[in-house]
T-cell receptor
Framework: AQSVTQLGSHVSVSEGALVLLRCNYSSSVPPYLFWYVQYPNQGLQLLLKYTTGATLVKGINGFEAEFKKSETSFHLTKPSAHMSDAAEYFCAVTAQRGNTGKLIFGQGTTLQVKP | KAGVTQTPRYLIKTRGQQVTLSCSPISGHRSVSWYQQTPGQGLQFLFEYFSETQRNKGNFPGRFSGRQFSNSRSEMNVSTLELGDSALYLC?????????????FGPGTRLTVT
């Protein structure tokens, strides 16, 4: 069984400040991990994903995340927040094995960026 | 390349009615998944189709059903609508089945049940 916990349903940062969105996962099999972003009235857009190999993953728009197996975490960071980063962010997990793309999502974190 | 398209974008139905939502995947993509998004339950997996066959199903009642056509387009149907079915229904397509392949999401259909 798999699950995802996102710590903090709302995060507020000032423009130019560090963004840190937390994600912890539980998986009985090796996971693939994802971060998606959702802007109002839109679908989900993939920011980055971890499959295998390098544990520090770089994504679009300056975001990156680090897979830490020992901590079962996959936190999302960005060194300097921009107003356009305001959106809802979802962490997701799926199993490496099997022929399914079923994603298990966290509850989401709304990022507010203050000028 | 055109993205995933979903029709209609907005829909208002009455309790007890049924509804059909449509999803056209990215050209060349053969796998389609459906998700329900609500403020209370978040994003939940409904089902996944590949080559016109349902490959995986989430924990939803039998009122929720779907199908995939030979051109990979997919429809989902909800019968006997309940107020709790009000949600954003998202469709995602990927090149083929399997967790390694990126899923591309459509803009969703916003269903309101009154």
């Amino acid at each position: 069984a798999q699950s995802v916990t996102q710590l903090g349903s709302h995060v507020s940062v000032s423009e130019g400040a560090l963004v840190l969105l937390r994600c912890n996962y539980s998986s009985s099999v090796p996971p693939y991990l994802f971060w998606y972003v959702q802007y109002p009235n839109q679908g989900l857009q993939l920011l980055l994903k971890y499959t295998t190999g390098a544990t520090l993953v770089k994504g679009i728009n300056g975001f990156e995340a680090e897979f830490k197996k020992s901590e079962t975490s996959f936190h999302l960071t960005k060194p300097s927040a921009h107003m356009s980063d305001a959106a809802e962010y979802f962490c997701a997990v799926t199993a490496q094995r099997g022929n399914t793309g079923k994603l298990i999502f966290g509850q989401g974190t709304t990022l507010q960026v203050k000028p | 390349k055109a993205g995933v398209t979903q029709t209609p974008r907005y829909l208002i139905k009455t309790r007890g009615q049924q509804v059909t939502l449509s999803c056209s995947p990215i050209s060349g993509h053969r796998s389609v998944s459906w998700y329900q998004q609500t403020p209370g339950q978040g994003l939940q997996f409904l089902f996944e189709y590949f080559s016109e066959t349902q490959r995986n199903k989430g924990n939803f009642p039998g009122r929720f059903s779907g199908r995939q056509f030979s051109n990979s387009r997919s429809e989902m149907n909800v019968s006997t609508l309940e107020l709790g079915d009000s949600a954003l229904y998202l469709c995602a397509s990927s090149y083929t089945q399997g967790s390694l392949y990126e899923q591309y999401f459509g803009p969703g259909t916003r269903l309101t049940v009154t």
